[in-house]
T-cell receptor, first 117, second 113 residues
Framework: NAGVMQNPRHLVRRRGQEARLRCSPM?????VYWYRQLPEEGLKFMVY????????ESGMPKERFSAEFPKEGPSILRIQQVVRGDSAAYFC???????????????FGEGSRLTVL | GENVEQHPSTLSVQEGDSAVIKCTYS??????FPWYKQELGKRPQLIID?????GEKKDQRIAVTLNKTAKHFSLHITETQPEDSAVYFC????????????FGKGTLLTVNP
């Protein structure tokens, strides 16, 4: 059973470019979460999505960041007009529906490391 | 919002000794407290978690204790081994939403052979 798959694993962008990060949840998982980890910091919640729905985006910056989880295909975290402060590791996690009902766990992917030059 | 403080930031022990990492949290509504282990460049992996209806949970060499009154929880690793070396993160959910985790800044544990 493949785990949470993220790509690309490493991405380099120049200031002002766009970054797209993709996440395929574990088989059987319909809930996806994005977290960001700045250097020497803990992970910080960004957004929680189900298929075609954003459930909670309270951790997303108000501008330049967006996320989607379409009916078909992976979840995508999109960062427009990147700045140096966006350099971080972006982790995707998935869970079965039961997790939000107090059972189970979050399974994290290997992360996508964004470097903005 | 939730604030999670974790200490120590680094911990070095001899193989076979015990290691203890402590965390405090601020949101009295928090109910879910997982601990993650992250090796360099790898994904965070859940090693143990505890929910607010219990005070202690043990899984082989790893145990977690929770004091809801004092708002602190601790990770205990006994009989440490070199492969336990990693960064350990505590986390607490925010506002009772167990997917919205607030993580501590991590503890770099080094187990010396």
């Amino acid at each position: 059973n493949a785990g949470v798959m993220q790509n690309p694993r490493h991405l380099v962008r120049r200031r002002g470019q766009e970054a797209r990060l993709r996440c395929s949840p574990m088989k059987g998982h319909s809930h996806v979460y994005w977290y960001r980890q700045l250097p020497e910091e803990g992970l910080k919640f960004m957004v929680y999505l189900q298929k075609e729905n954003i459930i909670d985006e309270s951790g997303m910056p108000k501008e330049r960041f967006s996320a989607e989880f379409p009916k078909e295909g992976p979840s995508i975290l999109r960062i427009q007009q990147v700045v140096r402060g966006d350099s971080a590791a972006y982790f995707c996690a998935s869970s079965p529906p039961s997790f939000t009902g107090s059972n189970g766990e979050l399974f994290f992917g290997e992360g996508s490391r964004l470097t903005v030059l | 919002g939730e604030n999670v403080e974790q200490h120590p930031s680094t911990l070095s022990v001899q193989e076979g000794d015990s290691a203890v990492i402590k965390c405090t949290y601020s949101d009295s509504a928090s109910n879910y407290f997982p601990w993650y282990k992250q090796e360099l460049g790898k994904r965070p992996q859940l090693i143990i978690d505890i929910r607010s209806n219990v005070g202690e949970k043990k899984d082989q060499r790893i145990a977690v204790t929770l004091n809801k009154t004092a708002k602190h929880f601790s990770l205990h690793i006994t009989e440490t081994q070199p492969e336990d070396s990693a960064v350990y993160f505590c986390a607490a959910d925010s506002g009772g939403s167990n997917y919205k985790l607030t993580f501590g800044k991590g503890t770099l544990l080094t187990v010396n052979p």
